[in-house]
Every structure is written in C-alpha cells, then in structure tokens.
C-alpha cells in the first residue's frame, strides 16, 4: 500500500515557468514532510520539509504548500531553471515508527526544465 | 569530512552469488538504514539501525541481512542474489534531526 502518492511522474517546464509537484497522503499521524531532489547519478538531497501545524514554507524559489485538512503538500518552483532539472521526492515520516523515524517516499517526478 | 560513502559504485552479480555492499559515515550519526531505489517505485527502506547492535526490518528486508559492530559502518549482504535484487541501493545516515543524509548509491545488476 503507497502511503504517499505522488503526481506527475515527469514534468517539463520552461525556463522561468513555476513547477508543481503535488502528493497526498492517507497515514494522518506523519508529522514531517521533506522534499528531496536527486541529480542523476547521485543520492537524494533534502531540498525543504515543513510540519503540519504551518501551511506553507519559502526558501528562496522553493515553496511547499501544505492542506492538512485535504492530505494533500505540493513542491513549487518560481523562475524554474535548466539547473533544477532532477528527480523530486516527497516523503512523510510517521511518529509511529518511533525513534527511528523512517522516510515513506512517494514514487518521485522527473522535472525537466528547457533553456 | 567525506559524509556518507558507499563502495562499490558499480556491480554486476550472477544469479546466486553472495556480496556485501559497504557503508561508511564519519558525521558519528547514531541512525542508517539502507534504501533500494526502483524506477517508478521511489526509495524503499530495507534495513535500519539506531545505534551499534542495534538493527531492524524495514519494508522489503527479504533476501538482506545487515549488522552494525560500529557506529561508523553499516553493511548490507545479500545472501543469494535474484534478478529482483537488481536496483540502486542508497544507505542514509541521519542524527538526532529528520534530516536524513544519503550516500552516491550503488547500483547493482544481478544476471
């Protein structure tokens, strides 16, 4: 069972476009949700995360909404670039996996920005 | 400071074979556990540990075994490789915060 689903599989946007990669998820006890970016042929890199007691965070052209009340967080890019072009994670981690506190990733997007 | 490493980058296995794929942190992080990366499927968790002797199941443990002696290294053996087995495996490191760390992958063909 996909905990956190995560759409679209690939994306392609414009140079200066804004990107928009959306998940939902069914556990309503994760209380944190990173976002990862992968390059090719590299590890997955934490980009943003954000808690569920705020409904958005910026850093920089990176933004994450996050609805709780519909399960849903999604990954904005503004002024999208060719260098943005990677593979994006959303993830959640459940406090039930005590201290652990183990990643459930969702299946991941291919961003491909065009100069 | 090299983070997290993992050797080897590449590695093809016949059908059977046994191999260990190697994991080394020296950021001292207390937990690692060990990702298999499959296209369309995300990252999937196979081992973890929270400390030296102490290791559990992730999702997809079968046909891996891991141990932890040191808090530096954390390895994991496939035992009698499958082709399912073929996949990009990333071991993670993280500290006290749930910002997770994860090592370059490797990625491992299995014949």
């Known amino acids: 069972q996909q905990q956190v689903k995560q759409s679209p599989q690939s994306l392609i946007v414009q140079k200066g476009g804004i990107s928009i990669i959306n998940c939902a998820y069914e556990?309503?006890?994760?209380?944190?949700f990173p976002w990862y970016q992968q390059f090719p042929g590299k590890g997955p890199a934490l980009l943003i995360a954000?808690?569920?007691?705020?409904s958005e965070k910026k850093e920089g052209r990176f933004t994450i909404s996050f609805n709780k009340s519909a399960k849903q967080f999604s990954l904005h890019i503004m002024d999208s670039q060719p260098g943005d072009s990677a593979t994006y994670f959303c993830?959640?981690?459940?406090?039930?996996?005590?201290?652990?506190?183990?990643?459930?990733f969702g299946s991941g997007t291919q961003l491909t920005v065009l100069p | 400071n090299a983070g997290v490493t993992q050797t080897p980058k590449f590695q093809v296995l016949k059908t059977g074979q046994s191999m260990t794929l190697q994991c080394a942190q020296d950021?001292?992080?207390?937990?690692m556990s060990w990702y298999r990366q499959d296209p369309g499927m995300g990252l999937r968790l196979i081992h973890y540990?929270?400390?030296?002797?102490?290791?559990d199941q992730g999702e997809v443990p079968n046909g891996y075994n891991v141990s932890r002696s040191t808090t530096e290294d954390f390895p994991l053996r496939l035992l009698s490789a499958a082709p399912s087995q073929t996949s990009v495996y990333f071991c993670?490191?993280?500290?006290?915060?749930?910002?997770?760390?994860f090592g370059p992958g490797t990625r491992l063909t299995v014949t």
């Open positions: 954000i808690r569920p007691d705020v």
């Open positions: 950021m001292n992080h207390e937990y």
């Open positions: 556990n309503t006890a994760f209380d944190y």
């Open positions: 540990s929270v400390g030296a002797g102490i290791t």
């Open positions: 993670a490191t993280r500290q006290r915060t749930d910002e997770q760390y």
């Open positions: 993830a959640a981690i459940s406090p039930s996996s005590g201290s652990a506190r183990q990643l459930t």
